[in-house]
């Protein structure tokens, strides 16, 4: 139980990115600076420089399309003043809030708890994920670095014990993360009308708002939503 748990720590780490030259608050320096859980990993996304851009930078909009694709977990992704806060069936809930950009880098901050019997509720964590990309041939291609870091002495004492399984199982999710990402982006570039035709209200229009003219283009291709 608490391994599958710890591994879904992870949930609340989807979006994120910013330069490490950056100064941040003193909390934030903390996860960055040590760690207790440090995972790296190559990224490859075929997909523009400014699609890309734009999909990190409206997080909520992708975790709504997120559910409308019913991936899996499927991820509740709501409105906050700062960012959005994400929960999924596991119990795991987390703020995430954009901390810095600049256009090759993105940077978000999260703090992570769960609303579950089994799981005590001092275990808690921070993390903050980097995406570093840039320009290539096919798409961008660059690394995405994940820093997590127990709220208190226990959690980050349970979380050295199995930093094998975590990393592991966060090597896993972002794997199928960027995935699926990559399957949205796709559509919203190649059938946007399939994409807008799934979308009303706020949502359309944020869609419109996040990327404009997409709606406008005739793909020549299917044009029913989901």
Not at 24 to 35: C, G, Q
Not at 114 to 133: C, K, L
Not at 155 to 167: A, C, D, E, P, Y
């Amino acid at each position: 139980m608490v391994k599958r748990s710890l591994s879904m720590m992870i949930v609340v780490l989807l979006f994120l990115a910013a330069p490490l030259v950056q100064a941040y608050e003193a909390h934030i320096e903390e996860v960055i600076t040590d760690p207790t859980v440090t995972c790296k990993k190559a990224l490859r996304v075929d997909v523009t420089l400014e699609i890309w851009n734009r999909a990190l930078d409206n997080p909520y909009l992708m975790g709504q399309l997120w559910e409308i694709y019913e991936f899996k977990p499927l991820y509740k992704v709501t409105r906050t003043d700062s960012g959005i806060h994400v929960s999924d069936p596991s119990g795991v809930t987390g703020n995430i809030r954009q901390i810095g950009q600049s256009d090759h880098t993105r940077t978000f901050f999260a703090t992570g708890a769960f609303d579950h019997w089994a799981v005590p509720s001092f275990f808690t964590a921070n993390g903050v994920v980097i995406f570093e990309y840039d320009t290539d041939r096919n798409g961008l291609s660059g690394e995405v670095s994940l820093l997590m870091r127990g709220s208190n002495g226990i959690s980050r004492f349970i979380m050295r014990i199995f930093s094998g399984i975590l990393t592991h199982r966060i090597d896993n999710r972002v794997d199928s993360t960027l995935e699926n990402m990559q399957i949205i982006i796709r559509d919203i570039v190649n059938e946007p009308h399939k994409v807008r035709g799934a979308l009303t209200g706020h949502l359309l229009n944020d869609f419109d708002r996040v990327f404009p003219n997409r709606g406008d283009q005739a793909d020549g291709r299917s044009k029913d939503a989901f």
